[in-house]
Each structure stands twice: as C-alpha cells, then as structure tokens.
C-alpha cells in the first residue's frame, strides 16, 4: 500500500540524487512511527479479543446451570468492572495495543450482560433495542477513554443494529422511527470516529448509511426517490471536489472519503434512475448521464483520489457493458449511440490534454529558473 | 486524513474506567431491578398456553409461548376499534375463571381503569391497521412474555407439554400493566419458578 509505494519512491528520488539517503531513511522512520501505522502485533491482539469476546457471549447463550444465574451476573459485571480497570492502567503504563484489547472486551462483557439480563427475565422484545443499549455503553467506553477501538466496536454495533431491523423486517416503512435511527448511529459513529481519532472505523459509518439508502429506496421505490438520490450525490459530489468550491478544502483535509462516498451516491442514484426509466428517450437519457457522471469523477478527482478513479472506471465499464446488451431501440440505434459519445469523449480528451499540457509547461517554467 | 499526531485522553484512565464501568452496571442493575420488582410486587395471574427449537444468538435456547388472550375478538372492545392505522397498545382486564386460569374480560385502546378482582394488562406497543371487512379477525398483541429461555437443550419438555395444552404459566403484573413471567407448570406441577435474581 502507501508504506510500499513511498519506499519505492524514495529509492527512485534518492538514485535521481533529488533526496539524500539519509533523509529518506529518517522520512521512512518517522512514518513507520506513527500512532496510524499498521503493526500486526496490535491487529492481532484486538482480534484475540474479539474471539474471548465471542467465547463469553456463547457461554451466557448456552445458559449453563452449573453456574447460578446471580452468580453469573456478578461474574458479567465484574469482567465489565475487570476489563475497564485494566484498560486504565494498561493506558497507564503507555500499553496502548493491550489497552485497546481490554476496553474492546469490556465493550463486549457488557452486551454479554444485556443478553443475560434478557435471558433471566425471558425478555421477549426487540433484539434491536437491545443492541440500542450496547451501542449506548460502548459508547460512553468509547468517549471517557478516546478509545479508537471502542469507537470501531460501536460502528460494528451500528450495523448490527441494521442488519437486525433487515431480519426483523422493521425496516423501510418511513413512518416508523426506528428508520431514521440508522443515519442517526451513523452520525454518533462519525462524532466519535472525530473524537477518538478512529480513521478508517469513519468508513462503517458512511457506508452504513449508503446501505440505509440502498435499502430505503427498495423499500419505497419511485422516481422522485432516484431523483434525489442522484441529484443529492451529484450535489455532493461537485461540493467536494470542484476546484473553487467552498467545501473543497474541507473536504480534502478528511481525506478522500468526502468525494468517494458522495460519488458513489451519485452512482447508484443515476443507476437507480435507469432502472426507472422506461421509453428510448428515458433509456438513452440514464445511460447518458451515469456515463457523463463517470467520467466526471475521472476528470474531477480522478487525479488526486485513487478511488474515485477506480469506481469511476468501473462505473463506465459496467455501463458500457449494460447498454450494449440492454440495446437501446436496435442494434444499429446502441451503435449509433456509442459512436457519437466515442467521438464526444474523444473531443474532450483532446482538450483536456491541451489543458494538462499548457499547465505543466507554466509548472516547470515556475520550477526551473 | 485526519491530524497526524495522536490525540491524547482528555480524562485520566481510572477516572474513564469508573465512568464507562459505574454507567454499565448502572444500567444492567436498572433492567434487572425494573424486572424484579415485578416479580417481587406484581399481582400474580394463571395463564393457559395454546399450541423447533428455536434460538437466539445471544441469549440461547427458548420456548415459544402463546396464550389464549393473544388473539383477543373485537366483541372485546366495548370503546370500539381505531379507524385508522397506528402506533398503538392495547390494554386488557384480566378475570379469574372458575377454572383457575385467567382471561380476557374487556380490552381498550385507552387505558383501562382498575378495579378490584381484576388485573389490567398492557400489551407490547404494535401497528394496527384496521380490518375492511365486516366481521375483523381477532387482534393478535404480544405482551412481552412469549419467550421462556432455557439452558441449551432442555426446551423439548416444554414443547411436548406445551403442545399437549399441559403447560399453565405463572405471571405477575405490576400496576402499570408489565407483565413477568414468575412460574411454568406442566400438568400443574411447577417445573421452572423463577427466582427474584
């Protein structure tokens, strides 16, 4: 990934004689130190505890009579109690990988005493308002200790929480609250991903609620929907990434997520509008337009954000391939079709290039003097 | 992406513990005492139960249970029946038979009065719609009490019973209308009574 391709990179420099050796090493050290970094030693450590995790949940499912249930109950607290304490101290000594482990169990101990509550009393109600509850003390785990792993917990909740209300099949009809709770948990996750400093746990959440649109418009499907989520993700697309745009600025600093979410948005609106479309006209129409939207994110941020680029690829292959075997009226018609856009890109190809061209020379006159 | 240089806590890590840990066990110590309470102070009613294994990912095996005052006739509902579908719950007096059981004797929409010799009940909160036709089905409710959990493997007996209509359940109902169940009999010999914790 990033670490790979900055060695190779630095290697190139230093050989051009445009880097000193020593500089890069030093450049390499610096990132290999920081908090961000992927160290498999931690990964592990945190999976190590997803799995204890799993093994208490189960233990409390298998509701086990050699164990009385209040000596149970005081066994779940106290691990609640346990892990939370050694979290403290762990952070104390500046353990933060096993600290990580230990909030992550905690975290987990206390969905384990919901369900436990939930068997003793044989609560027969929603699992989802359950999950509700976990999501809350995760939550408050999360923000007293700025746990970015506890954080990551609580976006996997969120879509527990989802996933839940799909197979109850609570979810869809507008008019019940518990649909517009999803983009809600998703929001918390992104204060606390902002709070705790959580990167990448932000994707849950933003793909959460492009999961929650997806699902919503199967629910409830008209073109006035589509529409919107079309124009909505376009909208927000050209927010973030048109140069002189306001927003542009603050979306750049949070990365490419901003552009790749509101262009994927854009994507699966303006396809969700093909499906609705019906007649030649309507059919060219769509077509047109998720290939122009495409393209425009290949020629916006293509540049500087790797994965709106490759969506954008594959959103153009996808459609090409889905309008010449759709065919539009004949086949002489999608011919035609194709003919006068290949033509058309073409001609922005070229002036685009000359463009790119004029701005590279005023770059390296800038550079050279 | 976001700063490179790590943000650090903003309380001490012993402090952060006894928050996130006090908040947890206050609000596992919350659903266990609200379901206590019941089982300490309700007034206890004797259901019939009509007639897998099901399970549940987190709390393990249970039993599903069904009572006769699950599907309650709209003859039962003297204020009438909504004209419009909604959020709502119902509320159901609760007589004693010469059989011992309890039954259904008036249902609501609205909250229902007590009176002596009667318990009032209320049912999990649903979405009527109402019924086009001129003679509606019965209304199907939940009352949060529909699941018994048992340790892994033993909910058979209780099935076969159950599906033999041998199985009478014990449940205690607090003044605003939340029901525990408290004891299941097969036969009329208790096989599971539940303890307060």
């Known amino acids: 990934m990033y670490r790979g391709r900055l060695e190779r990179d630095f290697k190139h420099w230093v050989g051009m004689g445009l880097l000193p050796e020593?500089?890069?090493?030093q450049?390499?050290?610096?990132?290999?130190?920081?908090?961000?970094?992927?160290?498999?030693?931690?990964?592990?450590?945190?999976?190590?505890?997803?799995?204890?995790?799993?093994?208490?949940?189960?233990?409390?499912?298998?509701?086990?009579?050699?164990?009385?249930?209040?000596?149970?109950l005081i066994g779940i607290v106290g691990l609640i109690w346990g892990f939370h304490l050694a979290g403290a101290l762990l952070l104390r000594r500046g353990n933060g990988g096993l600290a990580a482990a230990a909030l992550v169990?905690?975290?987990?101990?206390?969905?384990?005493?919901?369900?436990?509550?939930?068997?003793?009393?044989?609560?027969?109600?929603e699992a989802a308002d359950a999950i509700l509850l976990w999501i809350a003390g995760a939550c408050v785990t999360a923000l007293a200790f700025r746990s970015a792993a506890a954080t990551t917990v609580c976006?996997?909740?969120?879509?527990?929480?989802?996933?839940?209300?799909?197979?109850?099949?609570?979810?869809?009809?507008?008019?019940q609250w518990q649909t517009w709770l999803v983009p809600a948990l998703a929001v918390v996750v992104v204060v606390l991903v902002r709070v705790t400093d959580a990167g990448r746990?932000?994707?849950?959440?933003?793909?959460?609620?492009?999961?929650?649109?997806?699902?919503?418009?199967?629910?409830?499907?008209?073109?006035?929907?589509?529409?919107?989520?079309?124009?909505?993700?376009?909208?927000?697309?050209?927010?973030?990434?048109?140069?002189?745009?306001?927003l542009r600025p603050m979306a750049l600093e949070a990365g490419s997520a901003p552009a790749f979410y509101s262009f994927a948005l854009a994507l699966i609106g303006f396809a969700v509008l093909q499906f609705e479309a019906d007649g030649l006209t309507g059919q060219v129409a769509a077509g047109a337009a998720v290939l122009i939207v495409a393209l425009l994110g290949i020629a916006l941020a293509g540049a500087q954000n790797g994965a709106v680029r490759y969506l954008g690829y594959a959103a153009f292959a996808g459609e090409l391939l889905y309008l010449a075997f759709?065919?539009?009226?004949?086949?002489?018609?999608?011919?035609?079709?194709?003919?006068?856009?290949?033509?058309?890109?073409?001609?922005?190809?070229?002036?685009?290039?000359?463009?790119?061209?004029?701005?590279?020379?005023?770059?390296?006159?800038?550079?050279?003097? | 992406m976001t700063g490179i240089a790590p943000k650090r806590g903003w309380l001490p890590p012993l402090v952060a513990a006894l928050i996130a840990a006090v908040l947890q066990t206050a609000a596992?110590?919350?659903?266990?005492?609200?379901?206590?309470?019941?089982?300490?102070?309700?007034?206890?009613?004797l259901l019939k139960t009509v007639p897998v294994d099901p399970r549940d990912l987190l709390r393990g095996d249970y039993v599903i249970l069904s009572y006769d005052i699950s599907w309650l006739p709209p003859a039962l509902f003297k204020g009438g029946l909504p004209t419009a579908p909604a959020e709502t719950a119902v509320f159901v007096r609760l007589a004693k038979q010469p059989d011992g059981f309890w039954a259904a004797a008036e249902a609501s929409?609205?909250?229902?009065?007590?009176?002596?010799?009667?318990?009032?009940?209320?049912?999990?909160?649903?979405?009527?719609?109402?019924?086009?036709?001129?003679?509606?089905?019965?209304?199907?409710?939940?009352?949060?009490?529909?699941?018994?959990?048992?340790?892994?493997?033993?909910?058979?007996?209780?099935?076969?019973?159950?599906?033999?209509?041998?199985?009478?359940?014990?449940?205690?109902?607090?003044?605003?209308?939340?029901?525990?169940?408290?004891?299941i009999a097969v036969e009329g010999t208790p096989v599971y009574e539940e303890p307060l914790y």
């Open chain 1, 155 to 175: 976006g996997g909740l969120a879509w527990a929480y989802f996933l839940t209300l799909l197979s109850e099949g609570d979810l869809g009809d507008i008019v």
């Open chain 1, 27 to 72: 450049m390499l050290a610096e990132y290999d130190g920081r908090e961000s970094t992927f160290r498999a030693g931690r990964v592990l450590l945190v999976l190590a505890a997803l799995l204890l995790s799993a093994s208490i949940l189960l233990l409390v499912a298998a509701n086990w009579e050699a164990l009385p249930r209040l000596a149970r």
């Open chain 1, 326 to 369: 759709e065919t539009l009226g004949s086949m002489l018609g999608t011919s035609g079709f194709f003919l006068i856009s290949g033509l058309l890109v073409a001609a922005i190809a070229w002036l685009v290039i000359r463009i790119e061209g004029r701005l590279m020379r005023t770059r390296r006159k800038e550079v050279s003097p």
């Open chain 1, 22 to 25: 020593a500089s890069a090493r």
């Open chain 1, 201 to 246: 746990a932000r994707h849950l959440a933003y793909l959460l609620v492009m999961a929650w649109l997806v699902w919503l418009y199967i629910e409830n499907p008209s073109l006035a929907f589509a529409g919107a989520l079309a124009g909505g993700g376009i909208i927000a697309f050209l927010a973030a990434a048109v140069p002189g745009s306001p």
């Open chain 2, 109 to 183: 929409f609205k909250p229902l009065a007590p009176v002596d010799d009667s318990v009032v009940l209320q049912s999990q909160p649903f979405t009527y719609y109402p019924s086009s036709s001129e003679n509606p089905s019965s209304i199907n409710v939940d009352y949060g009490i529909e699941r018994f959990y048992v340790p892994e493997g033993e909910g058979r007996v209780l099935e076969q019973a159950r599906n033999a209509e041998a199985l009478s359940v014990s449940v205690r109902i607090n003044d605003a209308g939340r029901a525990q169940i408290r004891q």
């Open chain 2, 28 to 45: 596992l110590g919350y659903m266990v005492e609200s379901r206590a309470s019941i089982l300490r102070n309700g007034k206890e009613v």
């Open chain 1, 105 to 125: 169990l905690a975290t987990m101990s206390f969905g384990a005493g919901i369900a436990l509550v939930g068997q003793m009393y044989h609560l027969s109600g």
